[in-house]
């Protein structure tokens, strides 16, 4: 059974860090694009960052540019998001998301086109 598994949300001041983890159980993690999504109560979801399989290429969304990185490491079979200066506007339930592909270096921005999603865990950005 395909699985993703977010962990790491929590409650943070603004200014302060969380680190993501979305670790994938039932298959290898290294084929697959993966995204990281964001959803705020009464807002559409919004893609944050991605990356390609092999980790040469990466992509974020302009409002977390130079604070947000992402990065994998395909032995742990794990996907990371690491938050710096987070800010109020930063508090969503966070969604890893995997693709299959065969083009190593291709991101994948789009939510539809990715196949497996995690449960998604939550950020509260709050002083």
């Known amino acids: 059974q395909l699985q993703l598994v977010e962990s790491g949300g929590g409650l943070v001041q603004p200014g302060g860090s969380l680190r993501l983890s979305c670790a994938a159980s039932?298959?290898?993690?290294?084929?697959?694009?993966i995204g990281w999504f964001r959803q705020a109560p009464g807002k559409e979801r919004e893609g944050v960052s991605c990356?390609?399989?092999?980790?040469?290429?990466?992509k974020y969304a302009d409002s977390v540019k130079g604070r947000f990185t992402i990065s994998r490491d395909n032995a742990k079979n794990t996907v990371y998001l690491q938050m710096n200066s987070l800010k109020p506007e930063d508090t969503a339930i966070y969604y890893c998301?995997?693709?299959?592909?065969?083009?190593?270096?291709?991101?994948?921005?789009?939510?539809?086109?990715?196949?497996?999603w995690g449960q998604g865990t939550q950020v509260t950005v709050s002083s």
């Open positions: 998301a995997a693709v299959y592909t065969r083009l190593t270096i291709v991101v994948i921005t789009t939510a539809d086109d990715y196949d497996y």
């Open positions: 990356i390609s399989s092999s980790g040469a290429s990466t």
């Open positions: 039932g298959f290898t993690l290294a084929n697959y694009a």
